[in-house]
C-alpha cells in the first residue's frame, strides 16, 4: 500500500507517496538524497540514524514516513544557519569529537535535541532532584551529558571529545 502525504525536512516541503512500510531514514537517504543520517544497525540501537522531529529526536530507522504527514524533521543538513556552522558542528570540530565521522551526524542531532530537553527541564535518569522554587534548570556535566546521550554509540571511540564538544556548547 502506498499513501500521499507532504513532508517537511529542513525547512523544505516534499510532496510524496511512500510506502506505508517504508522508515524515514530510507526516504531520507534513497528518496531525498539527504544521506546524512547514516544506517548502523536498523535496530535502533547505534543512534546513528538520529533525526529531530518536531525538535525532538528520534531514531529514522524506527520511524515510518507515512506517519509524518504535516510533521517537521530537521536532519543533520539541516542544522547549520545557510553557511554559518550550527555551534554544535563548530564544537565538534573545535574538539575533534569524530574519527571516522559515521556516528557524526547522529550524534549532533542528538546533542541538539539534548540541549533543548535539558533547556526545557526534562530529567534524565542522572539528573538530581531539585527544589521546584529554585527552577528548572538542569546543569549539562559530564554525567548528564553522558546519560543523555548513551543512545548514540560511537565505534572509534571519540566519547570524552563528544562530551567535551556539547558541555562547551551547553555553558
Known amino acids: 500500500m502506498t499513501a500521499d502525504l507532504v513532508l517537511s525536512v529542513n525547512g523544505e516541503r516534499y510532496p510524496i507517496t511512500v510506502d506505508t512500510r517504508e ?7 534513497e528518496r531525498l538524497g539527504l544521506t546524512g543520517a547514516k544506517k548502523g544497525c536498523d535496530h535502533g540501537q547505534c543512534g546513528a540514524c538520529t533525526v529531530l522531529l518536531d525538535g525532538r ?3 529514522s530507522c524506527l520511524t515510518l514516513t507515512v506517519t509524518l504527514d504535516g510533521r517537521r524533521v530537521v536532519s543533520v543538513e539541516g542544522l547549520a544557519d545557510g553557511d554559518g556552522l550550527h555551534p554544535l558542528q563548530a564544537a565538534f570540530i573545535e574538539h575533534d569529537a569524530f574519527q571516522c565521522g559515521y556516528c557524526t551526524p547522529g550524534q549532533l542531532c542528538s546533542a541538539v535535541g539534548v540541549l533543548a530537553e535539558a533547556a526545557a527541564g526534562w530529567p534524565s535518569a542522572v539528573t538530581p532532584e531539585t527544589d521546584p522554587a529554585e527552577g528548572s534548570g538542569i546543569d549539562l556535566d559530564a554525567e548528564e551529558i553522558r546519560e543523555r546521550m548513551s543512545g548514540n554509540l560511537c565505534r572509534c571511540g571519540a566519547y570524552v571529545n563528544i562530551v567535551a564538544a556539547i558541555g562547551e556548547v551547553a555553558r
Open 23 to 29: 522508515t524515514l531514514l530510507d526516504t531520507l537517504r
Open 57 to 59: 529526536r528520534v531514531k
